[in-house]
């Protein structure tokens, strides 16, 4: 359920007549359509999660909408009660795009493999992020192609062995993360399957951005690529692996919360704190900073360094979806109304008596 709501900039609590309250549970999000994953996949889990969060977001079920393209987790439309649109591969970018111009009123929710995304969707990944439509797009990332039997993908490691690579991948895996960032994307987040409480902690942070919200999430293919998270998302691993990002606070991560991160110049280190170091030498992380995001998105690229996990960049820029209608309305002032029968006659028609 939620309490408040907002008319014109206004913040309405459910007191206020004219706030409708909504209120679902998560299973009022389910379909009747088996779910047809394989056991033990992580998609289970952001599914369970995105269900159990859209009822404290107070939208009504016809007002949201979920796209995908192709790929294991484009069948994520067919599981949620509400509007959805299955499309073709690396296209649900552009056209969720389309949907949010056309329906503005609409919530757009964007689920996608990191093969889907960022190989024959790459180019329309950066040019959704740089226009920063009112959109929410999840990349689903498991570093291998789960659908087609297990090929490598975009993000899967140099030297992976698959089928279409049986001596080894030669290719350098592309950084989501820092790719969002230099194509000047306004929200970037990362989280993890098995973190259900983050998991909803990222998504409720995904929709309340203005603008195009980007959440990666590291994703377990059981089948073609288990574990490729384990490092991170494992209980005897996972806390002295991952570093928690929270605006304004220094980068603090291990079991017993006494490893630090320190800027020594523009080179991140690992320190030991006690003696010789304490919070007050670390990095804080701030949300507003690109720079410190970037190099945030490059940890791994440094030996001993945990994976970054939270909100990595968080501001404001101009909504591509409300650009259009203003400029709609500018043009409608300055011009009129128009009219489709002259503008499709156009000035070089003729009749033939």
Not at 209 to 225: A, D, P
Request: charged share 25%; proline share 5%.
């Amino acid at each position: 359920m939620s309490d408040i709501n907002e008319i014109n900039g206004e913040q309405l609590t459910a007191s206020d007549p004219r706030v409708e309250v909504i209120e679902y549970k998560p299973k009022d999000f389910a379909t009747d359509q088996d779910v047809r994953w394989c056991p033990g996949c992580g998609d289970y889990s952001i599914l369970a999660q995105m269900q159990r969060v859209l009822p404290s977001m107070g939208i009504k079920r016809e007002e949201i909408v979920f796209i995908a393209g192709i790929g294991c987790s484009s069948r994520f439309p067919y599981y949620m009660n509400t509007y959805g649109f299955h499309t073709i591969h690396g296209r649900a970018t552009a056209i969720a795009t389309g949907v949010k111009v056309a329906n503005p009123e609409l919530s757009v929710w964007i689920a996608a493999g990191d093969g889907d995304l960022l190989s024959i969707g790459g180019n329309h990944f950066i040019h959704m992020l740089r226009r920063n439509p009112d959109v929410n797009l999840l990349l689903f990332n498991n570093r291998i192609y789960g659908l087609t039997k297990g090929q490598y993908s975009p993000t899967s490691e140099r030297g992976k062995i698959t089928g279409s690579t049986p001596f080894g991948s030669l290719d350098d895996p592309i950084n989501p993360i820092s790719l969002a960032l230099g194509a000047d994307g306004s929200f970037i987040a990362r989280t993890m399957d098995r973190d259900p409480k983050h998991l909803q902690e990222m998504l409720i942070r995904s929709h309340k951005h203005k603008g195009t919200s980007f959440l990666e999430i590291f994703q377990n293919c059981n089948i073609y690529n288990d574990g490729a998270f384990f490092l991170y998302t494992e209980k005897d691993t996972k806390e002295d692996n991952v570093v928690f990002l929270e605006h304004g606070k220094p980068l603090i991560f291990g079991k017993e919360k006494n490893k630090g991160i320190r800027l020594d110049g523009f080179t991140p280190q690992v320190v030991e704190l006690g003696a010789e170091w304490s919070d007050n030498d670390l990095m804080i992380h701030d949300e507003k900073s690109k720079d410190k995001a970037f190099l945030l998105s490059r940890f791994d690229e440094f030996e001993g360094l945990p994976a970054p996990v939270g909100v990595f960049l968080d501001i404001e820029k101009p909504i591509y979806d409300d650009l259009v209608y203003e400029q709609i309305d500018a043009v409608k002032q300055k011009r009129g109304e128009g009219n489709l029968d002259e503008l499709l006659k156009g000035t070089q028609t003729w009749e033939v008596k």
